[in-house]
């Protein structure tokens, strides 16, 4: 009996009898073992695979780095990127890794494919001179630095944990949140490392509604004296103060809720002032000054200004 004839017969057997092929498919799953795991793990372990490979003959191989944004609602079916979509989010997303990385990150866009819309990115090559390339590349790049910190973040926010950790990424967060909510999108991100290591974090609603609630102000309030030199005037109520005749030393916009207070002091350029004023800071739940603002009370006792950052 040769080979094919063995295999047609032994298929005509098991259609004969399925619990016996269910029987054979159910030992087979058993030595091989079964994992419940998506597609962006086994490629992620197919990638670690051929760089265990390539390192077998040059130690210092690199995969390519890639970006994957997967994007998912009422409208991403079809598997393509509407211009407006990518006009309210490719060029956040691009602003937020460069926050995360502390350093401007390039994207460029390389493709995009269906399984809800997919865009595919990656970093933009840096033009190295021959003189530099000979002292290799660094280690991490300035890509996977930003996005290292970037899924954390956002893991942080759609499991509704403190982010004050990452403070000065959540303004570049809340702009890609808002226009996520525009469209009424989700976002998950995969980051490919050139080392074969994987990272992904997701932003859906949950994530958007705890940016939403971490965004809410709070008003915080000190009197202090700002002692200076008139350097602008205003009728409309309003007036800067420098405080020193330094170039860079600091000056701040004091506001007078009722303008002809301020006409009835006939101030002039150049006069020297003393204000008690009130200074208003909105803060948002992360710690973030949204506003500061310096309202005029009434005249204060000459004396050194109090030191701010304006």
């Not at 087979?28 to 994992?35: A, N, P, R």
């Not at 970006?67 to 490719?90: N, V, Y």
């Not at 890609?176 to 290591?197: F, H, I, P, Q």
């Amino acid at each position: 009996m040769t080979g094919d004839s063995y295999r047609e017969r032994r298929r005509e057997l098991l259609e004969d009898d399925p619990e016996g092929m269910a029987g054979i498919t159910a030992d087979l799953l058993g030595e091989m073992g079964t994992e419940d795991r998506d597609d962006e793990e086994i490629e992620a372990e197919h990638r670690a695979s051929r760089l265990a490979a390539a390192r077998e003959y040059a130690p210092d191989a690199q995969l390519d780095e890639e970006l994957q944004l997967r994007l998912t609602g009422p409208d991403t079916d079809g598997g393509a990127l509407r211009f407006q979509w990518g006009d309210a989010l490719l060029e956040p997303v691009e602003h937020a890794v460069s926050v995360a990385a502390r350093t401007p990150v390039q994207l460029e866009l390389t493709g995009i494919s269906a399984g809800s819309t997919v865009v595919h990115a990656r970093p933009v090559a840096l033009t190295v001179s021959p003189e530099l390339d000979a002292l290799r590349a660094p280690a991490t790049s300035a890509a996977s630095t930003g996005m290292s910190t970037l899924t954390e973040l956002l893991a942080a926010l759609e499991s509704e944990s403190d982010v004050r950790e990452w403070s000065r990424l959540f303004d570049a967060v809340e702009t890609l949140s808002r226009a996520l909510g525009k469209y009424d999108l989700d976002l998950g991100v995969t980051w490919y490392g050139a080392d074969g290591g994987m990272r992904r974090a997701r932003l859906t609603e949950r994530g958007r509604r705890y940016v939403e609630r971490l965004s809410e102000t709070r008003d915080r309030d000190q009197s202090l004296t700002i002692s200076g030199r008139i350097t602008e005037l205003r009728e409309s109520g309003w007036v800067k103060v420098k405080t020193g005749t330094a170039k860079n030393a600091p000056a701040y916009d004091v506001r007078f809720e009722e303008p002809a207070e301020l006409l009835r002091m006939r101030p002039g350029l150049g006069d020297n002032v003393h204000f008690r004023v009130r200074f208003r800071q909105r803060l948002d739940a992360v710690g973030i000054a949204r506003s500061t603002e310096y309202t005029y009370l009434g005249p204060a006792a000459e004396q050194t200004s109090i030191p701010l950052e304006p």
